[in-house]
């Protein structure tokens, strides 16, 4: 797995590469919690080059929105591709996280 | 008078002589301590004070070197006041290349430094916070079989007529002693660290069903769970809340570890306790949710509840955020996707409940994720589309559960497994 952080139009969005299961997983929670530390208002992440994610990569994203509810700030995921979007639906998140297309669509307001 | 067998020697030779046996004694001396004992921190300090015994030394130091930093810390100081020890051990430490003992690290050549003020290597910083004095010098590196283990330092040694020799090869030894006594360190820790899964692991299988089968009625249900190498979170449960009903329940724990497995037992003891006082399984879904919801690291647990009537063969189902489950009726294999809310212990919501209407015959087919994500030894998952097709070729085999695990094996081919399976069958005769 590899982050990258890039922003677009002054949000940061996390670029996630590769899988995010239990060994990587550490490292992405890091890496949020720090993000979050500093209250962004939103916080996108682009899912677009993630083949894999488990359990665990799941709870750190939960981990990452419970961190951000209680200032009102919020949770983004864009572009996911389809094998990921099968492990979303079974899994109802997006009763839990903000999914968009795109992060066009996810800025539209 | 002499005769033949006596040899002259001249006093120097035996001054020598004796030197050598002196020093061979104290090395012989020093290897008994060093086969002696495996705990670092004794062999440590035992070889260090007798050491600095013989080197009639003020006061002698071990840094260790800490290849992540690339620095030299004080693991071992002795000198007469303790305080300086725990100040030492606990805020001091230098670079490479920084004093005597970084200067040997980097060099990986040893140093004997008769007047350190004339020595521009070293580094007085650690004399002032300290209070110390420090005059004269010896310092060693300590190399073993796998590179820089630190420094060995003496300081303020006496006694200047040591034999260098015997001494590189007591440090040689030394080192070789610390690195199998780290190693031994590690190995013990490593298992306690198996024996404590082992009883995570144990502890955790109590919380599932004594008997993995249960028959009442028309109904029959039996329960397959294999655990990946590491404790995994995988549940599952067989109840009668109320006289005529039975409950089936599988859940899936995000994580693995003993973490898994607390939240685990945590989550059964919470689904027992709400089975018993609610009549729909989504009301069920709702006190679990609220119960689960501080659970730390944003941990939660997918799961399936079913509550089965068996005069009517009606089952009354809730889902949170598990993957579907299989329905074969007739010739057909139906991917059971119901209403559903997301994971327990995400978020206070309230779940649905939704009846179902089974006909004898009919078998459901319920598993956890590790049975889709199962992988070849290349990598590539199962999936969920494969997993239909297979259950469509072999619907009809009343071993359905023992050839799935069979595919699974074959597909694994002996690769680790990540992730628990397990599947509940339940079939309904009618």
Redesign the interface.
């Given at each position: 797995m590899k982050i990258e952080l890039t922003s677009h139009s002054s949000h940061i969005v996390i670029v996630i590469t590769g899988e995010i299961d239990m060994s990587s997983s550490p490292e992405l929670r890091a890496r949020l919690l720090e993000l979050i530390h500093k209250k962004p208002p939103v916080l996108f992440v682009d899912f677009t080059s993630v083949s894999y994610i488990d359990s665990s990569g799941i709870a750190t994203f939960v981990e990452g929105l419970k961190g951000m509810m209680p200032y009102g700030g919020r949770l983004k995921f864009v572009s996911i591709p389809p094998k990921i979007a099968e492990i979303f639906g079974f899994a109802k998140l997006d009763k839990v996280f903000e999914i968009h297309g795109s992060m066009d669509d996810a800025l539209r307001p | 008078m002499t005769d033949d067998n006596t040899i002259k020697v001249s006093a120097e030779y035996l001054r020598k002589l004796e030197k050598k046996v002196e020093g061979l004694s104290a090395l012989a001396e020093i290897s008994e301590i060093i086969s002696s004992t495996h705990e670092l921190e004794e062999l440590m300090n035992l070889v260090m004070e007798r050491a600095k015994k013989e080197m009639g030394a003020e006061a002698c130091s071990i840094l260790f070197y800490n290849k992540q930093t690339n620095k030299l810390e004080f693991e071992v100081a002795l000198c007469s006041d303790d305080s300086t020890n725990e100040m030492l051990t606990k805020t001091v430490t230098l670079e490479m290349g920084q004093g005597i003992a970084g200067w040997v690290a980097e060099k990986l050549e040893p140093l004997v430094i008769e007047d350190v003020r004339a020595d521009k290597r070293f580094f007085g910083g650690i004399d002032k916070q300290t209070g110390f004095t420090t005059e004269s010098m010896i310092a060693v590196p300590l190399i073993g079989r796998t590179g820089l283990i630190g420094v060995a330092e003496m300081i303020n040694p006496r006694r200047r007529d040591y034999d260098q020799e015997i001494f590189k090869l007591l440090c040689r030894q030394f080192a070789i002693a610390i690195e199998n006594a780290l190693l031994y360190q590690e190995s013990i820790r490593k298992e306690r660290l198996r024996q404590e899964l082992e009883i995570a692991a144990v502890l955790q299988k109590s919380f599932l069903p004594a008997l993995p089968h249960f028959e009442k009625g028309n109904l029959r249900l039996s329960a397959i769970t294999i655990a990946a190498a590491?404790i995994g979170g995988d549940l599952y449960d067989f109840i009668e809340p109320v006289d005529g009903k039975v409950g089936v329940l599988i859940g899936?724990?995000?994580?693995?570890g003993v973490s898994a497995a607390l939240y685990m037992a945590k989550a059964v003891s919470d689904f027992r306790y709400a089975a018993r006082l609610q009549t729909a399984p989504g009301k069920v879904f709702d006190e679990m949710t609220a119960q689960l919801g501080d659970s730390?690291?944003?941990?939660?647990l997918?799961a399936i509840y079913m509550i089965i009537d068996l005069a009517s063969g009606s089952v009354r189902v809730a889902s949170?955020?598990?993957?579907?489950f299989l329905w074969i009726t007739g010739d057909e294999v139906k991917e059971t996707s119901l209403l559903?809310?997301?994971?327990l212990g995400?978020?206070p919501?309230e779940y649905p409940s939704t009846t179902i209407q089974l006909n004898p015959g009919d078998r459901l087919l319920l598993f956890t994720?590790g049975l889709f994500?199962a992988q070849d030894p290349g990598g590539e998952?199962l999936g969920?589309g494969k997993l239909i097709d297979f259950v469509k070729g072999h619907r009809h085999e009343e071993s359905l559960t023992e050839s799935l695990m069979d595919y699974i094996i074959s597909l694994e081919q002996g690769a680790d497994r990540?992730?628990d399976i397990t599947i509940i069958d339940i079939k309904w005769q009618g």
């Open positions: - | 590491k899936d724990v995000s994580g693995k730390p690291r944003g941990m939660f997918t949170a955020g598990h993957p579907p559903s809310g997301p994971p995400i978020l919501l994720d994500d998952r969920f990540a992730d």
